[in-house]
């Protein structure tokens, strides 16, 4: 013991491997040990196989059925334009589903807490019963139920030679590019489109200014309004100096199949059904959720200025509860991307289908899943940059 | 009640209690204004839905009478236990009888029965008595159906004269029954297996759903935890691969790692096929379990660990004793969410895997050529089946919610 | 930084469980020493990979019985090495899965209707052992259909199976004749059901088996068949490639069953001619010893009476065909899976 003359003693040097700094070094160190270990031992596990992704620059030497706007064939194309062939199938079950999906949910969400009993109640049998039931089997169900509960083609129920409804799918009247009433080429179609998008910018050009104007004046500027119109108008009137160069073509029965139109196939149809349904239920209790969580002051201010219920909806409550839930929304969006795999169930040859065919000729596992998982990915990230986009917008403006 | 007597106290009862002593008839008529017609509009809304509900309910009713069961019963063997030897029969009732009074008790504990859980139940019980006694099934399934019900019933009242306040009784059966599930799963899988009993490749039909989806949830939890605190943690090594391991999981949708199950794992993990089915259902789940985990971990305030040290707390005490219980306790709905998710994604194994649980077996079913017609009545048994378990979890998570108070505002 | 110890343990203790997992893994393909024969014979039951919804080639029932002349098949191989024919495993291979199932060793042998061709020998880890059906692949519409050729299958939907020769062939012959079609392909959705339905216009498959699945069907005469077969398609079981021990008892087991049709030995009469053989062809081809002479063993790693074992169980080639396949009404004399004796192409090599 050191005499108490002053100070303490000076001290002792923490040993080496007490030190926390080499500590965590070390246990660093040993973990990418170990990690690397575990990494090696798959390696070397999988290292029997023969790789190369060549195989997908060879013919695909099959064909697949559900083709829309492109028309591919088995022998004269390789299997990676399959498996592209495969990614457009997904991406438009996708994109139906989103858009169906986030409508049904926030109508069903809404219904949940309406006052009105039978209402509220019906949206909740809705959202208990598809959100218990596996996705597979509501696909596959659906599936049977489209092709075996609608009449077959030789009965096909005739909705006024306008739509026609049977197993063989549903076919509904679906613009066709045309020349016009002066017979022009059909790229006329193009030029009116690109009219469009050109009015539409405008219409954001000027809407933004009006906003602007609004914010410095005070005074009612209606950008919404005039963007709208300008918008309409611009697509109306190049539309008609154009000489309408769009037709509506009607589908027509011919042999055992439709012909012209657009027709949605069974296996898009239960597909799309199963996956929008059970989406939607899980965003209805998002919804619900986000607007119970608002204050209750809200809808009492709302009805104290003496909003309507359709304008304390869509004014006051929606638009605040919207922040809250579009990352979750989100969470489902990516769900459902991933969940539209399940095509497996209905042989509707989505990109997962085409992959699987192209193993099952081929072999080479291990590249054909690195292919989808990092198309998934992708997909994935196209979403959530989207979402992101849409939720910096809203939570930056107007808070 | 009885008219005030002359004399005595008159007794000022409270609005609503006057207004409950009304007559029910009044009361009924003043129900359906303020709830159904409140204004012209919403009278509308009222007559549209009914018309409509009450198409749905005629529809399903006359489908139910109307479909052919008999398949489901014929085929009751295969669709609940496929390849199950059959000799080993009472294998599966004592499972039955082992697990339905565990759920009740855990209901009795945990949650309660509402009105709304007892008429969902009625239907499903209604539906699978009305299975039991078509065509040509025995006496016993009926008798086994009743006597799994009156099981679960049992463990459901005995817990719930358990009091619901903390203490030493609740705290004792808390410990019980929570103990008495975790040794669910291997208790049954050796009434199961054990002496002569049924190897895991026999397993099939809905019985490899009710072991699959167990196995994968209990398996994800415990990868989940240290993969969790391994992405929250300052090491960057660690938490750089456990971050590429959730999202690398998680890129992918299950059926695409059934996939790898099948082609691409069978040169990394040996074993039977279900054994690698069970490894990829635990490690898919794990990575969405962590990220709850994670979420509880980023909930919980700072000063929660900052407390536990000031009081002298190590960092691996803190973490054990202060942050993890209480990360998982906020985490627990979401877990539950994805036992429900990993539950329902059983039904797509046999879409991919030669394994043949309930959808694969219903599959067979329907490939028989008497029954190539009923197709939608398998599957709707499928369905009601998961959907039966499944709602049994989710109202188990949502009292549960409740009674721990997560998420109030 | 309080997580760090934590998170550490815990990731070396992941670690440490993959490092175990994968060392009690290791290669469990069976194939060290023995190959699959050794494997069947310590584990004393054959894994069959088969098909299970297919009426006459391989079906499972309610109660998971297994039948079909697939399945028969499964049978005299697990009777020939095991001595007991109902030693089989029965793992149903969707056309997708099977060629895994055989190469991760999940199955010891697939005999599920699966066609021979150059890319599957030599790309996809399976061998194939002698094929047991000669089929070809053919169509079959609703009988008050108008399609009647090849031509008027032009801009039709076809139901083919996912993963097959036959979808594979479909392309070929429309696209030689530059007849457009849509094909809708199925494996989890039958494509039989999509047919039944009118989903499809045509059904293709290989022709026994379509003709099995119509005659099954209650209305068979609802269907018509087109006058047409488009490929050849050898059915034959598939072994692990390389595994040529296994190969050999798998291709004379078939063999065996082809001979003893043309030698005249059936389930019912085997046992009497094992006891007294009436030549040496079928002293031999029993494993029995003819006038004294000696039994040889030819090596096979299974005994001599490894055929009649099989027999035994499920009699020659023409007692199973008669059994599963006739029993749908699929005639054969006059097809090519006749003896060669009755203008077929079944030539078994002798059993010297």
Redesign the interface.
């Known amino acids: 013991m050191t005499t108490m003359t002053g100070g303490l003693p000076p001290p002792a040097p923490t040993p080496l491997f007490f030190r926390r700094g080499f500590r965590?070094l070390l246990?660093q160190g040993?973990?990418v040990g170990?990690?690397a270990?575990?990494i090696f031992?798959?390696v070397q596990?999988l290292g029997g196989r023969e790789y190369g992704f060549g195989f997908l620059n060879q013919p695909a030497?099959?064909?697949?059925?559900n083709q829309w706007l492109i028309n591919v064939?088995?022998?004269t194309n390789t299997r990676f334009t399959m498996y592209l062939v495969g990614i457009w199938a997904t991406a438009r079950v996708v994109m139906v589903t989103l858009l169906l999906s986030t409508v049904l949910g926030v109508a069903v969400g809404v219904a949940r807490l309406s006052p009105n009993w039978l209402l509220s109640k019906m949206a909740m049998l809705f959202v208990e019963i598809f959100r218990n039931m596996p996705l597979f089997v509501q696909i596959?169900l659906w599936?049977a139920i489209v092709?075996?509960g609608l009449p077959?083609?030789?009965n096909a129920l005739d909705l006024g030679d306008t739509f026609f409804l049977s197993?063989?799918g549903i076919a509904v009247p679906w613009p066709e590019p045309d020349g016009g009433l002066y017979g022009g080429p059909e790229w006329l179609t193009a030029v009116w489109a690109a009219a469009v998008a050109a009015a539409a910018v405008a219409a954001w050009f000027v809407r933004r200014r009006r906003q602007e104007l609004e914010r410095e004046t005070g005074q009612p500027h209606y950008p919404n309004r005039w963007g709208i119109r300008l918008f309409a108008g611009g697509a109306l009137v190049s539309f008609l100096a154009l000489g309408l160069p769009l037709t509506i073509d009607v589908p027509v029965l011919s042999?055992?199949?439709y012909a012209e139109g657009l027709t949605l196939r069974?296996?898009f149809t239960a597909l799309t059904l199963g996956l929008t349904i059970y989406t939607a239920s899980f965003i209805a209790e998002i919804v619900r959720a986000s607007i119970q969580a608002l204050p209750k002051g809200q809808t009492e201010a709302a009805n104290a200025i003496g909003l309507s219920g359709y304008q304390r909806l869509t004014l006051v409550i929606l638009p605040q509860a919207l922040r809250q839930m579009i990352p979750s929304v989100t969470n489902q969006y990516l769900n459902a991307s991933k969940n539209s795999s399940l095509a497996?169930?209905?042989?509707y040859?989505d990109l997962f289908?085409v992959a699987?065919?192209i193993?099952?000729?081929?072999?080479h596992?291990v590249e054909v899943f690195a292919l989808i998982i990092v198309t998934y990915m992708l997909m994935s990230l196209a979403i959530s940059v989207v979402m992101n986009f849409l939720n910096s917008r809203l939570t930056l403006t107007r808070v | 009640m009885t008219e005030p007597v002359a004399g005595a106290r008159k007794v000022v009862l409270p609005p609503h209690r006057v207004r409950a002593q009304r007559p029910l008839g009044t009361r009924a008529r003043e129900w359906t204004r303020e709830n159904l017609f409140p204004s012209p509009a919403q009278a509308v809304v009222t007559l549209l839905a009914l018309a409509f509900a009450t198409a749905i309910v005629a529809l399903a009713v006359y489908l139910v009478l109307a479909a052919e069961w008999r398949v489901i019963t014929?085929?009751r063997?295969?669709l609940f236990a496929?390849?199950f030897p059959?000799d080993q029969e009472w294998r599966l009732w004592v499972s039955v009888a082992l697990v339905f009074p565990l759920i009740g008790a855990a209901f009795g504990l945990w949650a309660s029965l509402g009105r709304r859980d007892l008429l969902f139940m009625a239907l499903a019980a209604g539906f699978l008595f009305f299975l039991a006694r078509h065509g040509d099934a025995g006496w016993a399934s009926t008798v086994w159906v009743a006597g799994s019900l009156a099981l679960f019933f049992a463990g459901y009242l005995v817990c719930r004269l358990v009091p619901r306040e903390p203490g030493r009784a609740r705290s004792i059966a808390t410990w019980t029954a929570g103990g008495a599930l975790a040794l669910a799963l291997p208790a049954v899988l050796a009434v199961l297996m054990a002496a002569g009993g049924a190897r895991t490749?026999e397993f099939?039909g809905f019985m490899m759903n009710l072991i699959l989806a167990p196995v994968g949830i209990a398996g994800g939890l415990l990868?989940a935890?240290?993969?969790a605190?391994?992405r929250?943690?300052?090491?960057r090594a660690?938490s750089w691969?456990?971050t590429a391991y959730i999202e690398l999981i998680r890129g992918a949708p299950l059926i695409g790692w059934l996939f790898v199950a099948?082609?691409i794992l069978?040169?990394?993990?040996?074993?039977?096929?279900i054994v690698r089915t069970m490894?990829v259902l635990a490690v898919f789940t794990s990575a969405y379990i962590a990220e709850y985990i994670r979420g509880g971990l980023q909930a919980l305030p700072h000063g929660q660990?900052e407390a536990a040290?000031a009081v002298g707390l190590g960092?691996?005490r803190?973490?054990?004793l202060v942050?993890l219980p209480q990360a998982l306790r906020i985490s627990i709905p979401p877990i539950v969410g994805q036992a429900i998710s990993l539950w329902k994604d059983t039904a797509l194994i046999s879409?991919?895997?030669?394994l043949?649980e309930l959808v694969?077996n219903s599959?067979?079913?329907?490939?028989?050529?008497?029954f190539?017609e009923n197709?939608i009545e398998v599957y709707v048994f499928a369905a009601v089946l998961f959907w039966i378990v499944a709602f049994v979890m989710s109202r188990v998570s949502q009292r549960m919610e409740r009674s721990l108070g997560i998420g109030e505002r | 930084?309080?997580?760090?110890?934590?998170?550490?343990?815990?990731?070396?203790?992941?670690?440490?469980i993959?490092?175990l997992?994968?060392a009690?893994?290791?290669?469990?393909n069976g194939e060290e020493g023995g190959g699959t024969l050794q494997t069947v014979l310590d584990r004393g039951e054959l894994k069959c990979?088969v098909t299970?919804?297919l009426?006459g080639f391989g079906?499972?029932?309610?109660?998971?019985v297994y039948s079909g002349f697939d399945i028969e098949f499964c049978k005299a191989i697990a009777a020939a090495v095991l001595g007991d024919a109902e030693q089989v495993?029965y793992?149903?291979?969707?056309?997708?899965?099977r060629?895994?199932?055989l190469?991760?060793?999940?199955v010891d042998i697939l005999v599920r209707v699966t066609t021979i061709t150059a890319?599957r020998d030599v790309?996809?880890?399976v061998d194939f052992a002698q094929t047991t059906f000669y089929d070809g692949q053919g169509f079959v519409v609703h009988a008050d259909?108008?399609i009647r050729t090849a031509e008027d299958m032009a801009?039709?939907?076809i139901c083919v199976a996912?993963?097959t020769t036959t979808?594979?062939n479909?392309?070929?012959f429309f696209?030689a004749r530059g007849l457009a079609?849509?094909?809708?392909?199925?494996?989890?959705?039958?494509p039989q059901?999509?047919f039944?339905?009118?989903?499809c216009?045509v059904l293709t498959s290989d022709k026994s088996g379509l003709a099995a699945r119509i005659s099954?069907?209650?209305n068979p005469e609802d269907y018509r068949f087109l006058p047409l077969t488009i490929s050849k398609e050898p059915l034959a079981p598939g072994v692990r490639d390389g595994d040529t021990r296994w190969k050999d008892v798998v291709n004379w087991v078939v063999y065996g069953l082809i001979n003893a049709e043309e030698l005249g030995v059936t389930r019912d009469n085997v046992a009497a001619m094992a006891a007294d053989p009436p030549n040496a062809a079928v002293a031999r081809l029993l494993g029995e010893p003819f006038k004294g002479s000696e039994v040889a063993d030819l090596g096979f790693g299974v005994d001599a009476q490894f055929i009649q074992r099989a027999l035994m169980a499920v009699g020659n080639y023409g007692d199973i065909y008669a059994r599963t396949i006739e029993q749908l009404g699929i005639t054969r004399a006059g097809t090519l899976n006749a003896l060669y004796t009755e203008g077929g192409i079944l030539y078994a090599p002798p059993y010297r």
């Open positions: 965590n246990a040993v973990y170990v990690t270990l575990v031992y798959v596990a030497a099959f064909d697949v059925g064939d088995g022998t596959v599936y092709l075996f077959q083609i030789q197993n063989r042999g055992t199949d069974p296996e497996y169930g209905v042989s040859a289908f699987n065919i193993q099952n000729k081929i072999g596992a | 014929v085929n063997w295969l496929g390849g059959q490749n099939s990868l935890i240290p993969l605190v391994g929250a943690s300052s090491l660690v691969t456990c099948l082609f069978e040169d990394v993990i040996a074993g039977d096929l490894v660990t040290q960092r691996t803190t973490l054990q942050v879409a991919i895997l030669p043949r694969g599959k067979a079913a329907i490939a028989q050529p008497e190539i197709r | 930084m309080t997580r760090k110890r934590w998170a550490l343990a815990a990731a070396t203790a992941m670690a440490v993959a490092l997992a994968a009690c893994g290791g290669d469990g990979g299970d919804s009426p079906f499972k029932d309610p109660n998971s495993q793992v149903p291979a969707s056309s997708q899965a060629f895994e199932l190469a991760s060793g999940e890319q790309s996809r880890g259909s108008d801009g039709t939907t996912a993963g979808e594979q479909l392309d070929d696209n079609y849509t094909p809708l392909q199925g494996d989890w959705p039958d059901d999509q039944l339905e009118r989903r216009d099954a069907l209650p």
